[in-house]
């Protein structure tokens, strides 16, 4: 019986019941391996759309850098008050062409031109070369002559009429004048448009991007512009028939 529990004991000792684990192996590619198995990939980083920035005017960026960057951040700001500035211009040249030694400027009237622009004519310019563009996208002569020949059927009259009536409105004409100033100036100003228009378009929708077509444009109008305030700073028509022709209140 000792004997037996003297084989147990040293049983325990040479045969234990209980085995520790085994450590894995410390080589090197033990740890490579533990090392793919148990590290996860890195997380992609999200692209961030880019931020459009003000491009600010110092010395190392030029006046038409300054000015692009401000067209690309604020499209429509800038062409509205690009426009009105050209306008603005426009009808103090054509004033000073017009008036009379003893008369003086009427800033009033170069205000209601500037306020037509930045309000109407300029946002409507920036979309319509932007709906012109994407309906005839391509730049050859056939598309450029149909941009051409749709600017000058459907935009020029529509907006020569908003010109005129917005304009008369302001002077205080009632809408019988309004109709009267239409029937006799709109017509001269579409035929007018004909013979100075189609190449200053043939030029803008051929050679110009069309994030800088209404800058273009624009500069075109300066001499448009002269024309068209002088025309609508004319009399009042006869709105009654009559044959009689009012001055046009204009302050």
Known sequence: ?????????????????????RRPSSSPWSHFRTHLISSKPPPIPRARPPSRKIVAFGPGVGVVGWYLGLLDARPVLTKSVTAAAIFTAADLSSQMLTLDPEDSLDFLRTARMATYVFLISGPTLHLWFNFISKLFP??????TLKKMALGQAVYGPIMKSVFFSYNAGLQG????EIIARL????V?????????????DLITFKFVPVHLQPLVSNSF???????ITYMAS????????????YVAVVK
């Open 188 to 200: 001269p100003a579409i035929t007018s448009g004909l013979l100075y228009w189609p190449t200053c």
């Open 183 to 186: 029937k006799r100036d709109l």
């Open 1 to 21: 019986m000792a004997t037996a529990r003297a084989f147990h004991a040293g049983g325990r000792l040479l045969f234990p019941l209980r085995l520790k684990p």
């Open 173 to 176: 004409e009632t809408l019988p």
């Open 221 to 227: 109008s300066f001499l448009w512009t002269i024309y």
């Open 234 to 245: 004319l009399k009042k028509a006869d709105a009654c028939g009559c044959g009689h022709e």
């Open 138 to 143: 391509k730049k050859d002569v056939v598309n």
